[in-house]
């Protein structure tokens, strides 16, 4: 079975290389509109958005999340940081925040389908995307307070997940399907 969506799910990628040019005001509005739109458990909206299109503080998380990894278990260190070059956003141009106000336990999957809805909605919009966890380390170190301050997290909320998005500059198969990964009980 074809459709737009089902061909969305099925094109879209995980790119970790992106083109400068900045998003357009219609596409950035179209993608945060998708995480608008998503659902949310008892309709609770626990998120809140933080767009981000200054390449300075960007690059001051990446460092930070980084710096707080290196202060970690060598097991629990990301091996990207091996590479003095990485940078967790892959220079996308435009990265957005999603803060969790944890108001019940699934506002953290609600986070996660927001960020879904924006990643499927990049697709749409010929544009890439790649849904970026290692940012947490940012918020783990001394410099978490004033991150938050200057990415207007909310009060009492939480980092939740981030994603880059941008015009990709790299080309990707299509990952493995492992079909072994359903049971049906018909």
């Known amino acids: ?6 061909q969305a799910i099925a094109d879209r990628r995980s790119h970790r290389s992106y083109l400068p040019q900045q998003l357009t005001n219609e596409q950035l509005d179209a993608i945060v509109e998708a995480a608008l739109q998503s659902p949310s458990g008892r309709n609770l909206q ?3 958005f933080t ?24 097991e629990e260190q990301s091996a990207r940081f091996a590479d003095p070059a990485f940078q967790i956003f892959y220079n996308a141009p435009t990265v957005i925040f999603v803060w969790v106000n944890h108001v019940s336990h699934y506002a ?5 389908i ?10 749409s ?5 790649v849904i970026v966890g290692l940012t ?7 410099q978490k307070d004033a991150l938050m301050q200057q990415l207007q997290a909310p009060p009492g909320s939480a980092f939740a997940i981030s994603i880059a998005l941008g015009t990709p500059n790299d080309t990707k ?11 049906f009980l018909r």
């Not at 927001?114 to 697709?123: D, E, G, P, T």
């Not at 919009?125 to 995307?129: H, I, K, N």
């Not at 947490?136 to 001394?142: L, N, S, T």
């Open 108 to 112: 953290p999957i609600d986070c996660g």
């Open 173 to 183: 198969p299509a990952h493995g399907i492992n079909r072994d990964k359903v049971t």
């Open 46 to 48: 626990p998120w809140h």
């Open 125 to 129: 919009l010929g544009l890439g995307s």
């Open 136 to 142: 947490y380390r940012a918020f783990e170190g001394d």
């Open 114 to 123: 927001a960020v879904q809805s924006m990643a499927l909605a990049a697709q």
């Open 51 to 74: 767009v981000v299109q200054d390449q300075a503080l960007l690059n001051r998380i990446s460092a930070e999340a980084r710096a707080v990894d290196a202060t970690q278990p060598k």
């Open 1 to 6: 079975m074809k459709n737009a969506v089902l």
